[in-house]
């Protein structure tokens, strides 16, 4: 089992920064692939970065390339969501997802990942 918890969530107006984090434990980080994924009211839940278990691949939805960058930490055992230039559609709860694997792949569905945070609220103001 694999426990997710992020934070970092909050109010910002449109061109601000927010850094999301999101804490993994249960399982040994190393084999932890991840990704970030936001639902919006009435939307589908939508991928937006995903990284590999050793951080050496990173993949990015094109509607925020550019403008957010995926990393982890494997020491602290922690990946992060550094997002700029927000915009008011950014605004969204935003989810820690996972899967465990020897292999990595650059999953984009929210069906492919097993492990979910309980989310983090982004309000962008315009």
């Known amino acids: 089992q694999v426990q997710l918890v992020e934070s970092g969530g909050g109010l910002v107006q449109a061109g601000g920064s927010l850094r999301l984090s999101c804490a993994a434990s249960?399982?040994?980080?190393?084999?932890?692939?991840m990704a970030w994924f936001r639902q919006a009211p009435e939307k589908e839940r939508e991928f937006v970065a995903g990284?590999?278990?050793?951080?050496?691949?990173?993949y990015y939805a094109n509607s925020v390339k550019g403008r957010f960058t995926i990393s982890r930490d494997n020491a602290k055992v922690t990946m992060y969501l550094q997002m700029n230039s927000l915009k008011p559609e950014d605004t969204s709860i935003y989810y820690c997802a996972a899967y465990v694997s020897l292999y990595f792949s650059a999953f984009r569905r929210a069906t492919d990942y097993a492990y979910w945070g309980q989310g983090t609220q982004v309000t962008v103001s315009s």
């Open positions: 990284i590999s278990s050793s951080g050496g691949s990173t």
């Open positions: 249960g399982h040994t980080f190393s084999n932890i692939h």
